[in-house]
Each structure stands twice: as structure tokens, then as C-alpha cells.
């Protein structure tokens, strides 16, 4: 089955300690991306990666690393979080080859900093 | 200025009712047009994608876009309770220089049985 996953789905956490949320793909797309989804406000996205090593800042990295040394994976890394960092995050994927650029999400990952 | 616009309702309609849902936006270079239904809890799944303007049908759903008004609109016929959700637009544009994806915040909808 074509899907996105992602682990944890559920974390709450401390100030400071570092986190990483994976984020699996199986459809082979090039595109890769995180968003936070918060009351009010949408989807913002973090990060995204046009491809393996291609990574690039969306409108709210502040606080957040991701790396794509695989295509099919895209991990959200938190190194230091802190409270406002609380949030639903989901990753999605992409392809592109000039067929639509439609994209899947995963189920989502709730974040709790205390 | 946001570049996509979207009204949060929440909007409660009856069953059976004809549904509106629309988004603005301001950077004419989108090209695909997508709208998304989100049920509490999940994650966001993709409904329709048009690609310039005109109108998409897909069952009960029709996407429309007006690229010189800069308008999408999503319309639902013979509203089902299961419809209760939130719906996302969003566009894109990718290859060139630009490549970006936008959402609009998300239209709640409640369909009264």
C-alpha cells in the first residue's frame, strides 16, 4: 500500500531533550516536507527537500533540522525543544515529474513539550 | 497580505444542503490547484487537483478555478453528515526559480443529519 509514515504518533517530552520523528515514504517521490498544523494558523511549513541531500527551509524552521540522506526517508529532528514547539506535525510527500504536484500526508505526529 | 485566503467558518449547513467553500489568493504564478479534507485527528487526504482554470467533477464534488480572479471554490451537492470535516485549499507551483506550495488555514464544516 502507498503510504507515509510516521513514528512516534504520539510524544510528550521535556524542554530540552532531544527528539527526532521519522518520516518513511514508499512511492518513490523526489519531494519530501513537514508541516505543523496549529488552531488558527494552518499548515506552516518547516522544512522540505526537493531530493536526496536537497533540503531547504520553509516559513518556520526556527528550532527544527531535518536531513534526506535516503529518498525515502526524511527525519524532523528537534534538538533543544521548548514549549511553543507543541504542535500536530506531519510529513508529506511529493512527486515530481510534471504530472501534478500532489501531496500525501502521513497521520500525523502530536507533540507535547512541558 | 496572505498569499491564500480562506474563510474558517465554521459553516453548518443541514443534510442534503449545497456546499460552498472557497479560497483567494495573490500570486498568479500557482498552476495546480488542490483541495484537501481533513477529518479530527488525521491526517489531511487529498480530494480533487485542477490544473488552470475551469471546473473539475468528481461525484458530489466540483472544483472550480478563475485564475484571473485569482478564485477556487469547492462545491459539495447532497451534503452528507460523513462531509463533516475541514477543508484545505492549496497551490502550487514548481520548476524554474519558484517552487512552492501553499494552504489556506482550513474551512471547518459541519453537515447537520
Known amino acids: 500500500e502507498a503510504q507515509v509514515t510516521q513514528n512516534p504518533r504520539y510524544l510528550i517530552t521535556v524542554t530540552g531533550k532531544k527528539l527526532t520523528v521519522t518520516c518513511s515514504q514508499n512511492m518513490n517521490h523526489e519531494y519530501m516536507s513537514w508541516y505543523r498544523q496549529d488552531p488558527g494558523l494552518g499548515l506552516r511549513q518547516i522544512y522540505y527537500s526537493m531530493n536526496v541531500e536537497v533540503t531547504d527551509k520553509g516559513d518556520v524552521p526556527e528550532g527544527y533540522k531535518v536531513s534526506r540522506k535516503e529518498k525515502r526517508n526524511f527525519p524532523l529532528i528537534l534538538e533543544s525543544p521548548s514549549p511553543n514547539q507543541t504542535s500536530l506535525y506531519f510529513c508529506?510527500?511529493?512527486?515530481?515529474?510534471?504530472?501534478?504536484?500532489?501531496?500525501?500526508f502521513g497521520p500525523g505526529t502530536r507533540l507535547t513539550v512541558l | 497580505q496572505k498569499e491564500v485566503e480562506q474563510d474558517p467558518g465554521p459553516l453548518s449547513v443541514p443534510e442534503g444542503a449545497i456546499v460552498s467553500l472557497n479560497c483567494t489568493y495573490s500570486n498568479s504564478a500557482f498552476q495546480y490547484f488542490m483541495w484537501y479534507r481533513q477529518y479530527s485527528r488525521k491526517g489531511p487526504e487529498l480530494l480533487m487537483y485542477t490544473y488552470s482554470s475551469g471546473n473539475k467533477e468528481d461525484g458530489r464534488f466540483t472544483a472550480q478555478v478563475d485564475k484571473s480572479s485569482k478564485y477556487i471554490s469547492l462545491f459539495i451537492r447532497d451534503s452528507q453528515p460523513s462531509d463533516s470535516a475541514t477543508y484545505l485549499c492549496a497551490m502550487s507551483v514548481f520548476g524554474g526559480a519558484t517552487n512552492k506550495l501553499i494552504f489556506g488555514t482550513g474551512t471547518l464544516l459541519a453537515v447537520q443529519p
Open positions: 508529506a510527500s511529493m512527486r515530481l515529474r510534471g504530472q501534478g504536484e500532489l501531496l500525501f
